[in-house]
Nanobody, 127 residues
Framework: QVQLVESGGGLVQAGGSLRLSCAAS????????MGWFRQAPGKEREFVAA????????YYADSVQGRFAISRDNAKNTVYLQMNSLKPEDTAVYYC????????????????????WGQGTQVTVSS
């Protein structure tokens, strides 16, 4: 059983930056593909970014491509989401997710189920 705990959310002005962290415990983080998702009020949860087990291939939603960067430190069992040039439409609860199943390609990382989820961290971007 894997536990995921997100941190780093907060209130920031448009154009600012935040870095989210997701600490994993109860398993071997390096075996898992990891993803970030977000859910805004009244909207469905959506894919933001994902990273492979090795930290090699990364995948991003079109809405954050070029502004967000996902990375992982397997020695620390932690995944990060660096968010730059934030916009009010980035306001949401951000969730970290993990899964053991092998994945190949954007569609798999973005749409296949993730078995483990964190509790979420609020990100609010003011205009």
């Amino acid at each position: 059983q894997v536990q995921l705990v997100e941190s780093g959310g907060g209130l920031v002005q448009a154009g600012g930056s935040l870095r989210l962290s997701c600490a994993a415990s109860g398993g071997t983080d390096s075996n898992y593909r990891m993803g970030w998702f977000r859910q805004a009020p009244g909207k469905e949860r959506e894919f933001v970014a994902a990273i492979s087990r090795s930290g090699g291939p990364t995948y991003y939603a079109d809405s954050v491509q070029g502004r967000f960067a996902i990375s992982r430190d397997n020695a620390k069992n932690t995944v990060y989401l660096q968010m730059n040039s934030l916009k009010p439409e980035d306001t949401a609860v951000y969730y970290c997710a993990a899964d053991l199943k092998y994945c190949l390609g954007y569609a798999c990382y973005a749409r296949n189920p993730y078995a483990y989820w964190g509790q979420g961290t609020q990100v609010t971007v003011s205009s």
